[in-house]
């Protein structure tokens, strides 16, 4: 089933919610937990949401079982219960879930669609991850599918199913094949965006309900600007 917002909140876009997870279209900007700078993260928005809509005393459990980097927009997933945690831990350890993405990139890709095949190693000093055609030490094979599916006007449309699940491995390996993400400086675009997001969306994610055993498939809208309006 695809999922418009369910629920709007001053901070948060609720598109799926149950008695064991709750799914959040993440906001570009947001941290999805907690860091060295402080800024109130995604996961505290939603304990106090869930405070506040269930009226609960004390401390509102929430487990975090997978994330988004900061500068990105789009699905995230939160367990509501101690049992869904694991589950939901090992459905994405296990690379159960199918995650698709959407990115916008200035310069068209050699091909309509192609697999993309690096080898990822990440500097933790500079929070970046290089793409290598070839293995080098302390790297890790990464994996994604791309297909053109908008030419906008200045800019294309990707969309990307990734098969593993590396450090910046959408930003690295697009930029690695020449196309950087919009606004994404790190990673080689020319510009940032001037309100520090990169157009990269986690647009869809499908997998089985770790308690219930039912088939979810959860869509997110992007951000509204012009940019992502004209894709959608």
Not at 54 to 75: C, E, F, M, Q, W
Request: hydrophobic content about 35%.
């Amino acid at each position: 089933m695809a999922n418009k917002i369910i629920s709007t909140t001053e901070n948060l876009q609720i598109i799926y919610e149950d008695n064991h997870l709750i799914a959040i279209n993440k906001r570009p900007g947001d941290l999805v937990q907690g860091d060295k700078t402080g800024d109130t993260p995604l996961s505290e928005l939603v304990k106090a949401y869930l405070k506040k809509k269930y009226n609960k005393p004390g401390n509102v459990y929430l487990g975090v079982a997978h994330r988004l980097d900061r500068p990105t927009s789009g699905i995230v997933v939160f367990a509501k219960t101690s049992k869904a945690l694991p589950r939901l831990n090992k459905l994405f350890a296990e690379k159960a879930a199918k995650k698709t993405y959407w990115a916008v990139v200035k310069h068209m890709p050699e091909k309509q669609q192609d697999t993309l095949s690096h080898w990822m190693k990440r500097n933790t000093k500079q929070n970046k991850s290089y793409a290598h055609r070839k293995e080098v030490p302390e790297s890790k094979k990464a994996i994604l599918e791309y297909q053109i599916i908008k030419k906008l006007d200045n800019f294309y449309l990707l969309e990307v199913n990734l098969k593993t699940g590396r450090h910046h491995q959408i930003r690295s390996q697009l930029s690695a094949i020449g196309c950087p993400i919009k606004g994404d400086l790190k990673y080689g675009f020319d510009r940032s965006n001037k309100d520090g997001s990169i157009h990269l969306h986690a647009r869809n994610l499908s997998f089985i309900h770790p308690v219930k055993k039912i088939a979810l498939d959860l869509l997110a809208s992007p951000p509204h600007d012009a940019l992502w309006n004209a894709c959608c």
